[in-house]
Structures are given as C-alpha cells and as structure tokens.
C-alpha cells in the first residue's frame, strides 16, 4: 500500500515533466505535498516516512532544502530525516525554519555532515546547541567542512561541556568555511576559531569582534575573510594593518562598511586603514585578487588608482557608496569586476554580490532607477536581480519603494512583452506580496499598481487575480488621489472579467467592494465628467454582475439602481456609457428574483424609448433589448400595466429587425444559460428574436468559443426546436438556422483539423 502511494506521488509529478532536473524537481515538489500521506507520527508528534526506496544522497538534500524554503520544515516534518538510512545528508540546509535544538540534534546530527547552513533559524536553536550538537557525532568532528550560522544567537554560555571538556568550534576539526556574520561573536570565540587547523574561509560580519589578532593563529591558512561593518573593532590603523599583512595566503578581503551609518565618526579607522592598504606595497597581502571597500567614504581616487595599477592580478574591487566608482584607471580593466554607481555594468554586480546587504542593496537600486529612467530595451537579468533582492529583503520598505520603482521601468510600455512570462509572473507576485506588507504607504502602493496597469500584464501574464483584486479595491477604499483611483479601477475592471466562476461568487458576495465601485459612479457622476475612471468603474460592476445573483443584489441593496437611473438620464448623449449602464441592469433582469426592482413604469418606458430610437447606436439598444426582452418573458411576474408589456414586446421585434450587423465585438458571455428561458417555442416572438440575434452576433465573432458552450448547455436542442416548430416566425427560424449552420461548420473545421494533426 505504501509503495503504492509512493507511486501515485510520483505519477503527479511525472504528467508535467519536461526534462532531468524539472523531473527531479517536480518529484520532490509532490513529496513535500504528499508528507502526510506517506509518513506516520512518533509519540512525539514528529513525522516518520512509513516506507521510502533509500534516495540518492543529492536528492535528500536537495527535498530538505526544498521543504525550507516553501516553509514546510519545523520540529515535526524535520522527523522524517532521523531515518539516516534512506535519507542520507551531506549538504544540510535548514536556513530561516523554525527547528528546536531537539528536532536539529534528533534529525540531523545522526548524518555524517559535510556542509550545514543554520542561518537565521527561528526556533530556539542556537550556535551552541549546533556545535554541542554536531560534536556528539565523531564523524561530524571531521567530515564538516562547511557551517553557517548567519543570524543566530550564539548563546555560548549554554555550551555543553563533553566529559569535562568545553566543547567549541576548535571540535570540528574538519572545518574550512565558517560563517557567523550576524551573531553575538566574542573575542574569545574567535580566538577558539582560529586555532582550527584548515580554516580557509571566515565571515565575522557585523559582529561585537573588538580586535583582530587571533587571525594570525590562521595565518598559513586563511584565504577568505568578510569583515563587513565592524562597529566595535578597537583597534589602531597601524595596529588592523600588521594583523592584515600577516595574512600571507589571503586572496579575498571584505572590509566594507555601512554607509547609512548615523555618526560620520564611525568607522574612521578602518577607513585610514583600507587607505593605507591600497597606497601600500604590494608586498602586503600578496596574494589579493578580491577586495571590496563599499561604503568607506574617505577612499581617494589616488589610492584607488595606485592600488590597481601595482595589482595585475586583481579580479573584484567593492567601491559602492565610495565616491570612487568612475576613477578613470578602472575603465581599462577589462577583466577586473567592480561594484559602484559609474555604469550599469557596476550596479548589477552589486545587486549580485550583496544580496543580503540592504545597506548596499538600498544604494544599488537607487542607481538601477535612475539608470533606467528612460530604458528601452528588455532587460531580463536586471529584472531578475531586482526581483531576488525584494524576495530577500521581505520587510524592508527601503528596498520595496525602490525595487518596485525599478520593476516598473524595466517592464513599461512594450518592455514587458519582451521578458519571460515566467519571469513576469514571479515578478507580479512578488509585488502582490509587497502591496500585501506595506498597505499603507501610497508610493509603494502606486510603483505596484503602475506595473500592474499593463494589458499585456493583466491579460497574458499568470499569477493570482483574485489576490490582486481583493489587494487593489481594499487600497482603493482609503486613497482619493485621482490618477492612483484610475489606475486601481482599471486593474479591477479587467481582473474581474478575468476571474473564474468560484473566484468571482466569492469576490462577488463582498458589499464593501459593491460600495466602493458605487462610490466613485457617484462621485464622477455629480460632476458630470466622462472619463477613464467612469468607464472602468462601470465595466467593473458589469462584470461583476455577470451571472452572479450575489452581486446583484448586492447592487440593489446598495442603491445601485437608484443611482443608476440618475446616471442613465444624465449621461444621455453618452453612448460608451449607457451602453455600460444597461449592461448591468440587463445582468439583474436576467435573474429571476431581481426583476420585480426593475418593475418601474417610468425606467422602462425610458428603456423602451432607448430602443426604438434609430439615432441611438445599436450596442445601447441592444442592451435596452435584453432588459425588456428578460422582463417580458415571464408573463406572470409582469405587475405593470398589461398595454406596456404589449408594446414592449411588439417593438422588440420591429427594433431588432432594423439593427445592423456589428464586426467589432460588443459583449462576450460566460455562458448561454440565460438565454434557454427566452428561446423556448412558447415564448412571444420578440423575446425568441431578441436572443437568437444576441447569438448570432458573438457566434458569428467567435464561435471557437461557444461552439462547446451551445452543445453542452442544451442550446443546440433549443434551437432545433425552435427552428422545426410551425408557430415559430420566420425571422427567428432564420437566425435559429444560421446559429446551427455556422455550429455545424465549425466542428466539421475542427474535426478536420485533428485528423490532419493526427495523421
């Protein structure tokens, strides 16, 4: 049975595959969704997997990394490792999961670990459980080459002691790479540190360090140091130089600074030391090829020019934030790597290398927006790096106010249509994240919906629509800046009409987002004004009405027909808007229970007016049409007077008689379920004619569409009935035939068509 499951998970996963590592990737994809079908609970509440073929070692780092970053590790779901047998770790990544000292020491520290990235856990893991807890294993002592702690607490009191002996990071023997940026690190700490014997690379980045001299207990060894903002070194320039230059074997140096730093004071030293270095012999650090300085402020161009011109072998400079990025001995170095804010080329490999430093990133996107103010050609890397640095800033309104401003340079006009759908789509709903955390600020809310305002975007671009409406009506409701409000009210009028069914009944049953559309009818109806935001604000509620008794009695409730007739009235010499008017009073007479509002002698006649007037466009009288053709089919829910409804139905048919063909399209429907009540053979004539020439219009526009829709929903059967029956009129017959003939062609085309393909 077990083996069974395992094979329908993987059966999930293989329909979509289109390759080797998007096979590998869906596979584990289905897993993590499938934890609780294949795995039973320990006493502890943890997950056990019932039964697993053993994994080859990559892919089961590679599941642990996958459940940690979609979220899905923690104390219980971490228990499926503790079987070391199927599920062999090497590479262990738990960064940003919340795991307990007791799940990591239980699940993880049983594997012979190699590397090990604990950075930023937010259980109660702290660095001391970790090494306690990978030093209970021999083997960890040794084969660990690689951990990072990034963002831990260290809690080094709480270390536990082995057999009387303190146990520290000096216990694992094994380890070359060690990264603790971000913690409590002490002096004291780091001097047990540097007395492992192959340490290579160390990241010691904003941490209480207050000197430096332990590193020449790693002298021989040490080939890589980050030193990022040290606030609290103590230590002379004289004093940070000698401990720099003993450094035989280093070849990357990070000693960069924060440059958003409140007092100017900070960080003087280390900048006359950095200084010192690049005016000094080359003989000092002599292996450097990487070094980066970003955000030290009292750099000079002659020292920045002395240092490259002494260093051939010189591979990375960090100038960012220097003010001496565009020093002119660096533009003829061809294969040296810069990061700084003289050329495009310096921005993006600052977004690439700091990441997970907003200070810089902050500066860096400042310089991306203005680069690409006026861009005009598709720039899919910059926007990949843009999109990484908001998914690694998540809370900071910082990177977000500039990240989305840049979004939307790199994707304006017909930018967008050049890029990766799936780029766009990562990107889109990255921004719905950010509308999502920062609802209140109006410049952030405005980058976000002046990206989404694109047809492109909104029509052809996946991502969630319906988040993105509710995100967009709820901003709409507490902001009156004009331009903002037609904005928002565009992406909601077309993501409406882009909803499916579900989303729609539930969008629709909101009244907050009945009022708000409402609000703003009235607001540009008072003043008499036909623009963009009218229009998208009726087109909205149109579609929102569309086959949704909930919204239309939403509508109803909300005096939506009370404005509406003022609206109709006003707006009389407005064909683009009554057309819009109509349309939604035509989606209330279409239910059932909604039609005895419409019951109002003096709105009908006005209606019928609209009908019979030759001089009003066809797409208003169309809609006029609807209105008292739904009205008119159900004689019994009729309370009017009885020679209105004779009218009604005697010009319904002598109106549509004359209107004219139209080839732009008009109206599209969900569905052709309202109309199987009018085409009943005992309905009277001008009710039959009204929706077989309604049909006939978007058929004839796009039949791909409805052919399906008229077999399945029983029209097809209608019609026939329609046309075989002897009381039925002629002109109706007609149109009935011309449906049916252009249905028939249609599937014999595609039929066709599929042979072809087949043979």
């Known amino acids: 049975m077990c083996e069974k499951i395992w094979m329908c998970t993987l059966y999930k996963a293989l329909k979509d595959a289109d390759g080797p590592q998007a096979l590998v990737g869906l596979c584990l994809a289905q897993v993590c969704c499938s934890l609780d079908a294949l795995c039973s609970r320990r006493t502890d509440g943890s997950m056990s997997l019932i039964w697993a073929p053993p994994f080859p070692q990559e892919m089961a780092d590679q599941l642990l990394h996958m459940m940690a970053t979609k979220g899905l590790l923690n104390d219980t779901t971490i228990g499926i490792f503790r079987n070391c047998k199927e599920l062999r770790l090497r590479r262990a990544s738990i960064r940003c999961s919340p795991v307990s000292a007791e799940a990591f020491h239980l699940a993880l520290c049983p594997h012979r670990l190699q590397e090990l990235d604990a950075s930023w856990v937010s259980g109660s893991l702290s660095g001391a459980n970790v090494i306690s807890g990978l030093a209970s294993n021999k083997e960890c002592r040794s084969s660990l080459q690689k951990l990072s702690l990034n963002g831990l607490q260290l809690d080094w009191q709480a270390v536990v002691v082995d057999k009387g002996v303190r146990v520290g990071f000096s216990s694992l023997q094994g380890l070359r790479a060690l990264n603790i940026a971000n913690t409590d690190l002490t002096d004291s700490v780091l001097e047990d540190i540097c007395t492992l014997p192959q ?4 990241d010691i980045s904003c941490s209480a360090i207050s000197k ?14 980050t030193a990022h903002r040290l606030r609290q070194l103590d230590m002379s320039p004289a004093k940070l130089l000698f401990v720099l230059s003993q450094l035989h074997v280093l070849r990357h140096l990070d000693f960069s600074d924060d440059h958003f730093a409140v007092d100017d004071s900070d960080g003087r030293d280390g900048d006359e030391t950095m200084q010192q270095l690049l005016e000094g012999s080359p003989h000092v650090l002599p292996s450097l090829v990487s070094l980066d300085i970003s955000g030290r402020k009292r750099i000079t161009e002659a020292a920045v020019r002395a240092f490259v011109e002494a260093r051939s072998g010189l591979a990375f400079l960090g100038l960012l934030a220097t003010g001496v990025s565009s020093c002119e001995v660096l533009s003829s170095q061809k294969n040296l790597k810069l990061t700084g804010e003289a050329n495009e080329e310096q921005v993006c490999e600052a977004l690439r290398r700091y990441r997970d430093r907003e200070c810089f990133i902050r500066e860096a996107l ?9 861009i005009d050609t598709p720039q899919p890397d910059m926007l990949k790096l843009v999109l990484r640095v908001m998914q690694s800033h998540p809370s900071s309104l910082h990177v977000h106010l500039v990240a989305t401003a840049c979004a939307f340079n790199l994707t304006t006009q017909d930018l967008a249509e050049a890029m990766p759908v799936s780029l766009l789509s990562s990107t889109v709903t990255q921004l719905l994240y950010t509308m999502k955390t920062f609802p209140n600020h109006q410049q952030v809310q405005k980058n976000c919906l002046l990206m989404l305002c694109s047809d492109y975007i909104l029509q052809d671009v996946p991502f969630d629509k319906y988040l993105a409406a509710t995100l967009v009506i709820n901003w709409l409701s507490s ?31 909101n009244v907050f987002i009945m009022k708000q559309l409402l609000a703003i009818v009235q607001q540009k109806a008072m003043v008499g004004v036909v623009d ?3 229009k998208f604000a009726l087109s909205a509620l149109w579609n929102l009405t569309d086959e949704m ?33 109509l349309g939604l009073l035509n989606n209330i007479a279409e239910v059932e229970e909604m039609q005895a509002h419409l019951m109002e002698e003096d709105l009908l006649e006005h209606i019928l007016s609209l009908l019979q007037d030759s001089q009003v466009e066809v797409g208003v009288r169309y809609f006029a049409g609807g209105i008292l053709a739904h009205l008119t089919s159900r004689p019994e829910a009729w309370t009017l007077d ?12 002598a109106s549509i008689m004359t209107w004219t063909h139209m080839d732009r399209e008009m109206v599209s429907y969900r569905s052709f379920r309202p109309f199987c009540p009018l085409l009943q053979t005992c309905q009277p004539s001008g009710v039959q004619l009204w929706a077989v020439w309604a049909m006939q219009l978007v058929c004839s526009q796009n039949m791909s569409h409805y052919s399906s829709m008229l077999e399945k929903e029983g029209v097809t059967e209608l019609l026939k009935a329609l046309a075989a029956h002897p009381d039925t009129h002629s002109d109706i017959k007609g149109l009935s035939e011309s449906i049916l003939s252009m249905a028939e062609q249609h599937q014999s085309h595609s039929g066709a068509s599929n042979n072809h393909a087949g043979s």
């Open 642 to 653: 009885e020679e209105l409804h004779t009218t009604i139905l005697k010009q319904l048919h």
């Open 549 to 581: 008794p909930a919204a239309a009695r939403n509508f109803i409730e909300c005096q939506g027909l009370e404005l509406y007739e003022e609206v109709l009235e006003s707006y009389c010499t407005e064909p683009s808007i009554q057309q819009k008017l």
């Open 532 to 534: 963009s935001t009218l």
């Open 366 to 374: 400042i310089h991306l927006y203005n680069l690409t103010m006026d």
């Open 479 to 509: 902001h009156e800046d004009p331009t903002l409000q037609r904005m928002a009210v565009a992406v909601i009028s077309i993501l409406v009409a882009k909803l499916s069914a579900q989303e729609i009944t539930q969008f629709s049953k």
């Open 212 to 225: 430096l001299t332990a590193l020449l207990e790693c002298k021989n060894t040490l080939r890589s140091l």
């Open 199 to 202: 340490l290579e690379s160390l």
